[in-house]
């Protein structure tokens, strides 16, 4: 059976090998009664070159991967129009598509893009929206993300998180040497990013709240010692600062939601307990005394309290306290391992690693009523956390990553090459 330590431990196990580029499948069932939607191949300008990114495709994907639509294949679209007025709503109608999506690309040959489309209520013949974008050669693909998310939001009124990206973690073993990567990627796991290149171990990877930094642990060196450290890194320039490096264990960090502070586990007193430290003057403040293991913190979303793992029980729990410190409330009794906490956007829910027996799966809390759900199919999951439109929770199985809606229903496979294996992911914020 799994203790908290094994927790603790798991920021200086190494862990095997691991892959960059991520391909996303489908392995569960669509949600059922997803909207039919049909998403026409865009038309191009005449006389311009082929643009290396397949606007139509993107956006059918990224559509078809939520699990709320059934996307048409392209060899049964009854015709391909480009403008509204070669639609033919009639054969649109006889195939029993209820919404069209059509569009055209401009430009290319010596600049940048224009790239417009229109969503149609087919029955009523009339358009829902429709938007123009520029782009150039490298933001084209952002361009397509961003209308799956104009579509995702006028069909069912929530934001889409096809222009979020999520971080992750690979670790890739050569004979006895062992090297980490921190990567960024589009939320379907196409452009990915190096960060940073490590022979050392990097852990627990989380975004600031404007998306534009991460911290993460790894290990600060120096020429007699090798300790735990907790760092940030700029997204756009890579720069990275050093915030905690203190004796004994410096893990998990948590930011804040005004990114102000990191909620952290440390052990320089000789208890792991946690801490908030505050960015700009570097003060501690602690905020559990108790004999037992306190690590793992989160903020809920209002920045009034956190919920953090604890073996004050006997057993590791999850537990709740005000952001300024006090009384801790357990909130989880089912199964002898309750660990990771992670709240939903509106805080209502919160994403953990559920253990029973030699089980370890991805379950959701709702906090009013205490229920507890179980997600996950797999047995060794680990790092779940939440979209931030809070319809989806990515996690690690193990060996690679999977994704699962919080009804259970929609389950996804973020496929890597089988040499390697890929760990710790967290998805990122909206972008203000």
Same mark, same amino acid.
């Given at each position: 059976m799994r203790t908290l330590w094994l927790c603790l431990l798991s920021y200086i196990v190494l862990f095997s090998h691991v892959h960059a580029i991520l391909t996303i499948d489908i392995i569960g069932g669509k949600e059922e009664g997803g909207q039919p939607i049909a998403i026409v191949p865009f038309g191009l300008e005449t006389g311009m070159p082929s643009p290396y990114q397949n606007i139509a495709k993107i956006v059918s994907n990224d559509l078809h991967r939520s699990g709320r639509f059934a996307t048409m294949p392209v060899h049964l679209l009854p015709e391909q129009p480009s403008y509204s007025d070669q639609i033919r709503f009639r054969r649109w109608q006889a195939a029993g598509m209820p919404h069209l999506v059509i569009g055209r690309i401009a430009g290319g040959l010596t600049g940048g893009y224009t790239v417009e489309f229109e969503l149609f209520d087919v029955s009523r013949r009339k358009p829902i929206i429709g938007y123009r974008y520029t782009a150039d050669a490298k933001t084209l693909r952002q361009v397509a993300h961003q209308i799956s998310d104009d579509i995702y939001k006028a069909?069912?009124?929530?934001?889409?998180?096809?222009?979020?990206?999520?971080?992750?973690?690979?670790?890739?073993?050569?004979?006895?040497r062992t090297q980490y990567h921190l990567y960024i990627a589009d939320a379907d796991g196409a452009n990915p990013r190096l960060m940073l290149r490590s022979k050392e171990p990097v852990l627990s990877p989380c975004w600031s709240p404007d998306g534009q930094r991460i911290a993460y642990v790894t290990y600060s060196k120096t020429k007699r010692t090798k300790n735990m450290a907790v760092y940030i890194q700029e997204i756009r320039t890579g720069r990275r600062t050093r915030v905690s490096a203190r004796r004994g264990l410096n893990a998990a960090p948590?930011?804040?939601?005004?990114?102000?502070? &990191?909620?952290?586990?440390?052990?320089?007193?000789?208890?792991?307990?946690?801490?908030?430290?505050?960015?700009?003057?570097?003060?501690?403040?602690?905020?559990? $005394? $108790?004999?037992?293991?306190?690590?793992?913190?989160?903020w809920s979303p209002n920045g009034n309290s956190l919920v953090f793992t604890s073996d004050r029980s006997g057993k590791p729990q999850i537990y709740r306290m005000s952001a300024?410190?006090?009384k801790a409330q357990r909130l989880t009794f089912k199964g002898d391992y309750n660990a990771r906490p992670r709240f939903s956007p509106d805080g209502r829910k919160l994403a953990l690693l559920h253990?029973?027996?030699?089980?370890?799966?991805?379950?959701?809390?709702?906090?009013?009523?205490?229920? &507890?759900?179980i997600l996950s199919k797999t047995t060794l999951d680990e790092s779940p956390s939440f979209a931030p439109n809070g319809?989806?929770?990515?996690?690690a199985t193990g060996t690679e990553l999977a994704a699962v809606s919080i009804d259970g229903r929609v389950r996804q496979r973020l496929a890597v090459d089988m040499s390697e294996e890929v760990r710790e992911p967290a998805w990122s914020p909206f972008y203000r």
């Open positions: 069909l069912t009124g929530k934001r889409g998180v096809f222009s979020t990206r999520i971080v992750y973690v690979t670790v890739l073993r050569r004979g006895l948590a930011w804040s939601p005004d990114g102000k502070h &990191l909620a952290l586990t440390l052990s320089k007193d000789g208890n792991p307990e946690i801490y908030l430290l505050n960015l700009r003057t570097g003060a501690l403040t602690r905020l559990t $005394h $108790h004999q037992a293991i306190d690590t793992e913190p989160e300024n410190g006090g253990g029973s027996g030699n089980k370890y799966q991805i379950a959701v809390l709702t906090l009013s009523s205490g229920k &507890l759900d319809s989806m929770i990515i996690y």
